[in-house]
């Protein structure tokens, strides 16, 4: 049970790991996303290096972390966010397979089964998987009491739940150890020689003092330089290399309309929440059952907020919404109808008590199964009871007894101990067991888990407690709303016949256009709020799309919103056009326009003259050096001022310098060389471990131009 309990509350970081333990594989994917290509082989995913990927198999990698999931998140939905993740989690599984192991089988990267022991419960070596779900500390000696781990994979195969947690930790252990080898592997394969290192350590420590005289490009105007079409075109010629779009993208305007409860609406579902709380205050029992039948929260795994099942406390209480002097009331009270965040709520006083906030507690588990009936395990259980209770066992009788009987994995080495935890943590009946009874006392408790021998060890202060019933009624919109929303945004798309009406409408509507740009063909979640945008992405792929097509009405999976979409940009893979780049040109050929001014303007003349000439700054800078971040006094990062710099000779006035803030002419007045240096090992270790941090980088971008990859996941998806 505390196996499970403990998945179930880290599984949020479990996920997360899994997604990213191909080390390697998520960034891949980025990387080698070519969209669409070819229309045969219906039921291919991808084809990687010529090898075909059956959507099948990417389906049997996406259910093994589905079914992990399910296990360890017992009752909690799969949402959005997490699906992503899991079919993100499959993917790379699709990569580590036929990009990733090709390069640790030339190498012979692997892991034997001692090694993976190790991993799983090796006291200095155990995992950080295992480390963090078995909430394992070192000791003095620098090792983990690894007991308990080993015991649950020594018997994860009793248990089918246990079982596919067992497997899926191996598995991503595994995993993660041969990528972080080969990692390791490519990370200590980078060398500095001698001469690189002391060109480094040159470039840090000669300095030099220079004058210099400098005008900033914002001194003349913008509207006094004079840009054509020519300027821009031949700017971008220059640089196309820098201007690539990675992927085929698109980029979109939409209009929203939302779909908001009216005011009628909430005075509506103000009063029939008035009416049942009428009808709950006549009852004369089945206080609770009213409540959870008639609530908007109806589900169980949707009462969970309010923990219906258990005592709270008065910050709990004021948490969900009503005030101190409701808590403070008598048992049998119920409250006015308060309005808490989307819902309006009120609520029964069922029971009193004064209970702690926090218990330690130990347990026995015995588990029936097929030839032990929970009969069998009951009478066991009150047996092993009051031994306990006759002899007044102490802790550490009590714990020997654990590890002899407990068929709990996860706390039976522990000597059953479960550690301190808060009402509401676990399981009804044993929840009670340990809240409702003192510390010191042994009660035998039933639950779904099995028969438990429960030991309080200690308890928190009593505070006084209730336990509500509560109705809950969601403030949402009426039919009448949604139908008006409805009708609202397909007048507004039937107006829209081409892109010019839809900028109309949206104006004469008060509507403002929103923009998403760059989307690809994977995106899914393209625009804030709309979890389905799968719809819209695949709306401004499809290949009879053309710039200014207006889409049909879009609804949110939410159900509380209509979007109607513009295609306003088409970008294949390959250089981005002239005209998409032709605003962020503009302002860098304004720039190149004024320094070719300045240039010309401050070429062959001293530092003090082009000071009384142009009024430009003059000073001097001290103790530079190649490699210095920026410059004193003036605080912007100038590159080419430094390389200049370092290049010339004492008293000699530089030719104009172009910088990245303004024009420079400088006069080195002074040079520092380096002190004598002989041994540049340490210098040589420390450019190696600095190389060594972006290896993964480096290593993804060489893999990049070797592989041929032709990603459809999005054909599927």
Not at 382 to 393: E, F, H, Y
Not at 424 to 446: K, L, R, S
Not at 494 to 506: L, P, Q
Request: proline content about 3%; hydrophobic content about 35%; charged content about 30%.
């Amino acid at each position: 049970m505390a196996v499970l309990q403990n998945i179930r509350e880290k599984c949020g970081v479990l996920v997360i790991v899994i997604v990213g333990i191909a080390l390697l594989a998520f960034l891949l994917g980025d990387f080698l996303s070519s969209g669409r290509i070819g229309r045969g082989d219906d039921s291919v995913i991808a084809k990687i290096n010529g090898s075909k990927v059956e959507y099948g198999e990417w389906v049997a990698n996406y259910n093994l972390h589905r079914t992990f999931y399910e296990i360890a998140q017992q009752g909690r939905a799969i949402d959005a966010n997490v699906e992503r993740s899991l079919k993100e989690s499959a993917w790379n599984d699709v990569l580590n397979t036929y990009v990733w192991n090709k390069y640790y089988d030339e190498v012979g990267i692997g892991i034997s089964d001692e090694e993976l022991e190790d991993l799983l419960y090796g006291p200095t070596h155990a995992h950080n998987i295992v480390v963090q779900n078995f909430g394992l500390q070192k000791n003095e000696n620098g090792e983990y009491d690894t007991k308990g781990a080993k015991n649950f994979f020594d018997n994860a195969d009793d248990d089918p739940n246990y079982k596919v947690i067992a497997d899926y930790w191996k598995k991503a252990i595994k995993e993660e150890q041969i990528s972080s080898k080969y990692g390791n592997m490519v990370s200590k394969g980078f060398y500095t020689p001698t001469a690189l290192a002391k060109m480094y350590y040159e470039d840090q420590t000669n300095t030099f003092d220079f004058e210099y005289a400098f005008r900033d490009y914002s001194s003349i105007k913008d509207e006094d330089v004079t840009v054509t079409d020519n300027d821009l075109m031949a700017y971008y010629t220059k640089h196309k290399k820098n201007y690539i779009e990675d992927k085929n993208n698109r980029d979109i305007e939409y209009v929203v309309f939302n779909i908001e409860p009216s005011e009628s609406d909430i005075n509506e579902i103000k009063q029939s929440t008035g009416g049942l709380r009428t009808e709950m205050v006549a009852l004369e029992d089945n206080f609770l059952q009213f409540a959870q039948v008639n609530s908007s929260n109806s589900r169980p795994e949707d009462r969970r907020m309010y923990r219906d099942d258990f005592f709270i406390n008065q910050k709990e209480v004021e948490t969900i919404g009503f005030d101190e002097e409701f808590f403070n009331a008598e048992a049998g009270t119920t409250s006015e109808v308060v309005k808490s965040d989307n819902y309006f709520i009120c609520a029964r006083i069922l029971e009193v008590a004064n209970r702690p906030d926090s218990v330690n507690a130990s347990h026995i588990l015995l588990m029936p199964h097929d030839s032990i009936t929970k009969e069998m395990c009951k009478a066991t259980a009150d047996s092993l009871a009051d031994v306990l209770r006759n002899t007044k066992a102490d802790s550490a009788t009590f714990a020997a007894m654990a590890v002899e009987f407990s068929q709990d994995p996860g706390s039976k080495n522990d000597g059953g101990n479960l550690g301190d935890f808060t009402e509401g943590t676990m399981v009804p009946e044993f929840n009670d067991a340990c809240f409702a009874n003192a510390a010191g006392t042994i009660q035998v408790v039933e639950s779904q888990y099995g028969v438990h021998i429960i030991k309080i060890n200690s308890q928190t202060k009593p505070v006084r407690k209730v336990k509500l019933a509560i109705l809950d009624q969601e403030i949402k919109f009426s039919d009448k709303t949604y139908e008006a929303a409805f009708q609202a945004s397909n007048k507004f798309y039937a107006t829209s016949v081409n892109a010019e009406d839809f900028d109309k409408c949206a104006t004469d509507l008060g509507l403002s256009p929103r923009t998403v740009t760059r989307i690809t063909d994977m995106n899914d979640n393209v625009i804030p709020g709309i979890d389905n945008g799968r719809e819209i992405v695949r709306w401004t792929f499809d290949e009879e799309r053309k710039v200014g097509d207006v889409s049909t009405v879009f609804e949110s999976s939410a159900r509380d919103k209509f979007l109607v979409v513009k295609l306003t940009k088409i970008r294949e893979k390959g250089f981005t056009p002239f005209e998409d780049k032709k605003a962020e040109i503009e302002p860098e050929v304004i720039k190149q326009k004024k320094a070719e001014k300045m240039m010309a303007e401050m070429n062959g003349i001293s530092i003090d003259e082009i000071a009384q000439k142009f009024g430009a700054r003059t000073d001097i800078l001290t103790n530079i050096n190649f490699a210095s971040f920026s410059l004193p006094g003036l605080g912007f990062i100038e590159p080419k001022v430094n390389a200049v710099a370092s290049c010339s000779e004492v008293n000699a006035l530089s030719a104009p310098i172009d910088g990245n803030n303004g024009v420079y002419v400088i006069k080195v007045v002074k040079k520092n060389a380096a002190p004598e240096k002989q041994d540049f090992e340490n210098d040589k270790l420390a450019k190696m471990m600095d190389m060594s941090r972006n290896y993964l980088g480096r290593m993804n971008n060489a893999v990049t131009k070797i592989i041929k990859m032709d990603d459809r996941r999005a054909k599927f998806f």
